[in-house]
């Protein structure tokens, strides 16, 4: 069921209410099934896959405490092997099916998510770095929590487990911060993303159609659309966890705020970028690889490693060439910037402002760019897009610019899908400039004015939070209202469903 389901509210008040009143050693257990009926509703079919991940994850940590040695390292080799395995058997598996050799399988939902976390655990567990869990309800609970499972953030066992153990109860104080949270993720959920997706899902199957302006909104409301959903998510997942107690990972930092590459990637998904950082670029990083080079070399360049990161990325994120396009263009821009500054010297820090507004609006243009390939990667299997489809769409930015066209292709875009009305229209466009400038409010504020402090404690300590509470709810609501009449949605029922 979707987190911004009328479904779901129900199902997250039920589950809060029961939890946080049993006795502490039933909690886990509660908790657990009532995730598991979670991921039942959600994909019935590939609930056993998911505590088969969890029963394996579980056994291969039971042999790292129980073994030593070689048979500990062997019980982590079969571990990460056997989930990276997995993994690439349901992501990859129906290039193969394409070809007919078999039936394709479907892909699990949330398994990037949770076998990333499994694999951290087994890796931490072995370092030491985290205990071994000898709970395997406690650890199912971790891999499977239903606030977590479909999306993440990916969360890191020796920061979950110890909570996941503790007792909790009903806490007023915590309880409000949650509420702003929740309100905060379903505004950008619902309000935000959800309404720039009726565009954009307008747009880019028919791109041939439009002049370039056109694409350019449309590939700029895809990056906030996706930007909005991804971190609305995190938000909501993170609310979910404190409404019962935990404390989940902040998975975004006003990435659009960032004046370079580096900066933006430790502020965009941040559970995948740190998983990257201290399980691939680390290990790479100080692999001594003079056996593998006869001596030539004692480290990798961290050029490679850095190129590997991004790489890998692409691959995790799809399983289409599109997304390792995106993969590569995200390795060019990084290590762009690494060859500029050595040749050009760090920048300053304290640089004028209209510098870092002119970079700022750099690095979400390049970001724009490879957008584009990962919504046409995204794009169904019913119509697919390719790459050279990326590329045209690219090219189709430049042609076409005649002001009477975009305003003719605007009001066209909107009512094709949407109300056939021209108030509508306008107030399809209307909202969304309202709830984009109230949502990069919301983030400019927290960015430079809080310095980038937990979201739920920028909004209790704005100024006239109260106007920005009835704002974030009114828009929520008028969200839900746009997509119940128009771009062949069902109605208000896509959300009251499970």
């Given at each position: 069921?979707?987190?911004q389901?009328f479904?779901?509210?129900g ?5 809060a ?5 049993l ?9 657990l099934?009532?995730?598991w009926?979670f991921?039942?509703l959600a ?5 056993p896959?998911t505590?088969?991940v969890a029963?394996?994850?579980?056994l291969?940590g039971?042999?790292?405490a129980?073994?030593?040695?070689v048979?500990k ?8 092997g056997?989930?990276?395995a997995?993994?690439?058997f349901?992501?990859?598996n129906g ?5 007919g050799?078999?039936?394709a399988?479907?892909?699990?939902l949330?398994i990037?998510?949770?076998?990333f976390?499994?694999?951290?655990y ?7 770095d985290?205990e071994?869990?000898t709970s395997f309800i ?7 929590f239903?606030?977590t499972?479909?999306?993440g953030?990916i969360?890191?066992?020796g920061a979950?487990l110890?909570?996941?153990?503790a ?5 007023a104080?915590?309880t ?5 949270l929740?309100a ?8 935000v993303?959800?309404?720039l997706g009726?565009?954009v899902?307008e747009v880019?199957p ?5 002049g370039?302006p056109m694409?350019?909104?449309?590939a700029?409301?895809?990056t906030?659309?996706?930007?909005f ?13 404190l409404?019962l ?6 998975n975004?930092?006003?990435?659009f ?11 965009w998904?941040?559970s995948f ?30 050029e490679?490693?850095?190129?590997t990161v991004?790489?890998v990325s ?16 995200q390795?060019?821009y990084r290590l762009?910037?690494?060859l ?5 010297g760090k920048?300053?820090k304290?640089?004028?402002a ?7 609006a750099?690095v979400f243009?390049?970001w724009c ?10 794009s169904?299997?019913?119509?697919p ?6 590329f045209r769409?690219?090219g189709?930015?430049f ?13 066209a875009a ?6 056939a009305n021209a ?9 969304t ?5 109230l949502?990069?409010?919301?983030d ?9 402090k937990p979201?739920?404690?920028?909004l ?6 109260w106007a920005v509470y009835y704002?974030?709810?009114?828009a929520?609501l008028i969200g839900?209202?746009?997509?119940s009449?128009g ?8 959300y009251?469903?499970?």
């Open positions: 069921m979707s987190l389901s479904g779901f509210f199902f997250l008040l039920v589950v209410v029961v939890y946080l009143y006795p502490q050693r039933l909690q886990s257990v509660f908790l099934g009532a995730s009926v991921y039942a994909m019935p079919a590939m609930l896959v505590i088969a029963v394996f994850t579980y291969c039971r042999g790292l129980a073994w030593g040695g048979h390292t062997a019980a982590l080799r079969l571990g990460v056997g989930l990276l997995i993994l690439a349901f992501k990859y290039a193969f099916a394409a070809d050799g078999w039936q399988v479907a892909m699990p949330g990037s998510f949770y076998t976390a499994a694999i951290s087994l890796i931490d567990a072995a370092r030491g985290c071994v869990e406690d650890f199912a609970l971790f891999l499977n239903f606030a499972v479909t999306q953030p969360c890191r066992a979950l110890p909570q996941l153990k007792e909790h109860r009903f806490d104080a915590r409000v911060q949650a509420l702003r929740l905060l993720g379903l505004f950008k959920l619902v309000a993303s959800d309404v009726l565009l899902d880019f028919h791109y041939g159609s439009y370039g694409l350019v909104l449309a700029v409301f895809y906030f659309q996706l930007y959903n991804f971190s609305g998510y995190s938000e909501v997942a993170r609310a979910v966890g409404l107690g935990l404390t989940l990972p902040e975004f930092k006003t990435p705020f960032a004046t370079n590459f580096s900066g933006f990637w430790s502020r998904h941040i970028s740190s998983w990257l950082q201290d399980y691939l670029f680390m290990p790479l990083a100080w692999a001594d690889v003079s056996g593998v080079t006869h001596g030539r070399l004692t480290r990798l360049p961290a490679v490693c850095v190129f991004f790489f692409g691959f995790w994120h799809g399983n289409t060439l599109p997304f390792v396009v995106w993969g590569l263009l390795a060019c762009g910037e690494e500029l500054h050595r040749r050009l920048p300053k304290k640089a004028p209209r510098v870092q507004w002119a970079k700022r750099g243009a390049l760019v490879s957008m584009v390939f990962f919504r046409v990667g995204s169904p299997a019913a119509a897009l390719t790459v050279g489809d990326a769409y690219l189709g930015c042609l076409n610019w005649a002001p009477a066209r975009f305003a003719a292709e605007l009001y909107a009512s094709n899908g949407f109300y108030i509508m229209v306008a107030a399809y466009y209307a909202f400039v309202l709830v984009l400038a949502a990069f409010y919301l400019a504020r927290r960015a430079f004015a809080f310095k980038n979201a739920e404690i920028c209790a300590k704005e100024k006239h939070r704002a974030l709810v009114i929520l839900y209202i746009i997509q009449g771009f062949g949605s069902s109605g208000f029922g896509m009251a469903g499970f």
